[in-house]
């Protein structure tokens, strides 16, 4: 049975297409693409006034499955992902047991298999424990599905230590995705080192405890020629060492979050909002314009959410006794439609290569094109409804988002994986 997609702005600069069309999907593929396409027996679905583009992928996500689902696990995470538009995430390796191990990885892999909302592309972590002592189990993780390898959540303390990290890394032909954070520097910093942070109260978290991890695994990127990439940098000096990596022609991308660009330090006050507390944290204004002026310019590779579900219980306290994260993969598309597209800052088709070509070009996963014998990966947007984000809005067990109350335009309507719906009509597939 074949299905026809009928009349949606089809946007994909991957292929220089821009207009309003149709699209048939048959046998998982797209089997044909132009204006008014006869039925030919094909279920027929009119979606006039939306948006398809290749399917849109968050390559910072957390499952927390293993070990951590009272605050989410991969049914409810891939479900969030499907609501947010996505077809594929990468998930984070700190779990419990931490996914160091390739049975770690098949078990991520058949669980995702078993839910079946969206692709789950697995990283593991560089070091076993996360610990930064001992290499893990690199080679083994990346034959049985690891696509990259991070420590996420923690950085690598040891210089010699993220050498051999990048250098085994390399072998397998997998990115290194690094959290930067220098402990010694950073200690049990709460927010960004500033004013806000002495205003408050509040032990500061400095940006060159980010900006020094930085600067140090670009040179041993120029070492050892290891794919690296910079997660959720959140400053302008890490934006101006990455730019400058970038233009040394080193392989060195990076991603930025939702809740570095649109918010930052200022909007934490003396209600002391733990779901403002993040790592890295929410910094200047000055460093979310630096931001956005690289999401325009083509340094920022990603957008990413870093979806970091918890449960009330453990937001629900002192701002030093919570866990920093913030949710993210349920607002992030129509924060980016509102902020970024609507108002003319950014194109869709730059947002194609933010969500779509670059993420998968990161984790070397095969191409995916609005074009005739592509994978049937799609997203389709309503770019026009307007939405208020309140807890009951979301599939994720968890509401820590820093965004709740805000109103937004966009949202996904429908979403297809290799051609079968994983939403239809905003709504989950089961
Ligand atoms: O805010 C964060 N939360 N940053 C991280 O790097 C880890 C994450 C988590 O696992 O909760």
Redesign the pocket.
């Known amino acids: 049975m074949s299905l026809l997609i009928k009349n949606v702005l089809a946007i994909d600069g991957q292929v220089g297409l821009h207009e309003v069309c149709d699209i048939r999907i048959e046998d998982g593929l797209i089997a044909e693409i132009g204006k008014d396409l006869p039925e030919d027996g094909s279920e027929v679905r009119d979606l006039t006034g939306c948006v398809a583009t290749p399917g849109f992928v968050d390559i910072h996500v957390?499952l927390r499955e293993p070990g951590y689902e009272y605050k989410e696990d991969i049914e409810s995470g891939t479900r969030a992902a499907a609501h947010g538009g996505m077809v594929a995430v990468c998930s984070?390796p700190?779990t419990n047991p931490v996914t160091d191990t390739a049975s770690t990885i098949e078990f991520v892999l058949r669980r995702a298999r078993e839910a079946g909302h969206c692709r789950v592309l697995p990283s593991g972590a560089c070091t076993q424990g996360l610990k930064g002592e001992i290499l893990a189990e690199m080679g083994d993780m990346a034959l049985h599905g690891a696509v990259a390898f991070t420590d996420?959540?923690r950085g690598v303390q040891d210089a010699a230590m993220m050498r051999r990290v990048m250098e085994y890394a390399s072998q397998f032909d997998r990115p290194v995705m690094a959290?930067c954070q220098d402990d010694a520097l950073v200690g049990s910093g709460q927010i960004n080192e500033g004013p806000v942070s002495t205003l408050l109260g509040l032990t500061g978290w400095p940006a060159q405890g980010e900006e020094i991890q930085i600067a140090r695994d670009i040179e041993l990127c120029r070492l050892t020629g290891c794919h690296y990439h910079v997660q959720?940098v959140t400053t302008a000096r890490g934006i101006d060492l990455i730019r400058q990596a970038k233009a040394d022609g080193l392989p060195v991308t990076c991603e930025v979050t939702p809740h570095h660009l649109f918010l930052d330090e200022t909007c934490i006050d003396d209600s002391y909002n733990t779901y403002l507390k993040?790592?890295p944290p929410l910094r200047s204004a000055d460093d979310a314009k630096a931001l956005l002026e690289a999401v325009i310019d083509g340094t920022v590779d990603a957008l990413v959410t870093?979806h970091?579900p918890?449960a009330d219980f453990e937001k629900d306290r002192e701002f030093e006794e919570a866990?920093?994260?913030?949710t993210g993969i349920e607002t992030a598309l129509s924060l980016y439609i509102t902020k970024l597209v609507d108002p003319g800052i950014i194109t869709w088709e730059r947002l194609v290569e933010l969500l779509a070509a670059n993420p998968r070009e990161i984790l070397n996963q095969p191409k995916v094109k609005l074009a005739v014998g592509y994978p049937a990966d799609i997203t389709v947007t309503d770019p026009k409804i307007e939405w208020t984000v309140t807890p009951d809005e979301f599939e994720s067990k968890a509401y820590n988002s820093g965004f709740l109350g805000w109103e937004l335009k966009g949202r996904a309507r429908d979403v297809y994986v290799d051609g079968k719906a994983t939403l239809k009509d905003g709504v989950v597939c089961d």
């Open positions: 957390h984070m700190n996420d959540g959290h959720h993040v790592n870093d970091a918890h866990p920093f994260g913030m």
